[in-house]
């Protein structure tokens, strides 16, 4: 089991998801029960993970390595490092928190639901853990088709075309993704991403590399100003598609960049760094602007975690080890929190079948205890002290002051911009009198809301609270990354 312990955490949910597919829609218990024991049974292969891991080692740990299509020298090479590591985990935790959501929620094919979600988590670790470029990006691609179905089965009036600009977005990066690791494997003659982070590469050649990569990896995260599927593809995603598009999927992008842009392309990473870092702060801060102005909860969070993820990539190009790191925990702790703020969402929509901000008013008076959970994540979202939003803006900022103070002061805007929209939403939802009939009915939260709800509040106050067991974790590794990235490969 060690020695394939890395294939069990991708196939093992894709096996499972798949013979979902063979049961019964009636047995609607079994497949809950089912899909539940197969998450929680990851989570734990997850856990295991960790502890197999040397924190203090340099390099991948981990390997598995055989052929695959050997006259094309394209392998089955699968490692971790610590980065990698922590989102597996996060891919986990948020994966059982949507399949504890879907009881309540999902009426319709719902043991066809459950195995998509389980296909989508080794999908999605089976980036995180490839280090052959060709099988990289048959995961890239794959994780794509089970969040098309979700979206496109059981997303709202506009899946058809939220689904179909989500796909060719992606779709488009992607194949200029696979130019650049051909156009690799021609100059090195290896498609091993570790491989190729050894290269000598020209500085021009460098440059038309690192744009075919960022089309792939600014859409997926999204960038401004490759950022406009993302609303129409959460509004119109069910609250599951949502939790993970927003927790799991935008981080891929970002992933992107640590594990392939920095380290093979350190020249032009460096090169182009003025001009990442500029959209990255007309994220932060326009799209904080558009956030102000939403009337629908579901956009005003989509377009709050395009500015969140402003963050992330403005933290990997200061090219700070304190930056890296924060932008790191960001990215962990904007899976939980938007998560949580999505879920929350999907809560009130279970009742109301609204979206808009003005068909609530005085939901406190009438679900006090959902009040307080959403109430914290409000706060988490804001950047308050003593919650997960706080320690990973908080390097960021520190890390970007140390390198430009004001590019440190603009990001900073954040603080305020993300406290207006998020407590101005949630004051017209929540407070003030009960504002109608509907709202006059509500019950509060059930026994199931409460359980994931309390697993997402854990979360952002442990990480907010106690940040160091992250940061020991994936500081060795993002250390020998900015060495990478530092480091001169010009021919």
Partial sequence: ??????????????????????????????????ALLVSVLELGFSLKLIAAYDRTATGMQLIERTDWIQSLTIQYYLGVDGIAVLLIVLTAIITLITILAAWNSVKQRFIFYLGSFLILEGFMIGVFVALDAIL???????????????????????????????????????????????????????????????????????????WAFFMAFAVKVPMFPLHTWLPDAHVEAPTGGSVILASIMLKMGGFGFIRISLPVLPDASHGMAGIIIALSLIAVVYISLVALVQRDMKKLIAYSSISHMGFVTLGFFVFNQTALEGSIIQMVSHGFVAGAMFLCVGVLYDRVHSRQIADYGGVANTMPVFAGFTMLFAMANSGLPGTSGFVGEFLVIMGTFQVQPWFAAIAALTLILGAAYTLWMYKRAFFGKVANDTVATLKDINAMELLFLSLLAIMVLAIGLWPNPLLDLIHTSVGQLLSQSTATKLL
């Fill in 136 to 210: 990289f990006y048959v995961f890239w691609e794959a994780m794509l088709l089970p969040m098309f179905l979700i979206i496109g089965v059981w997303g709202g009036p506009n899946r058809v075309y939220a689904t179909i600009k989500f796909f060719l977005y992606t779709l488009l990066g992607s194949l200029l993704m696979l130019v650049a690791f051909i156009y690799l494997y021609q100059l090195g003659g290896s498609f091993s991403i570790l491989d190729m982070q050894k290269l000598a590469i020209p500085y021009q050649a460098q440059v038309w590399l690192f």
């Fill in 1 to 34: 089991m060690n020695a394939h312990f890395l294939s069990i955490l991708i196939w093992f949910p894709v096996a499972t998801g798949f013979l979902m597919l063979l049961v019964p829609e009636h047995k609607r218990r079994i497949g809950f029960i089912l």
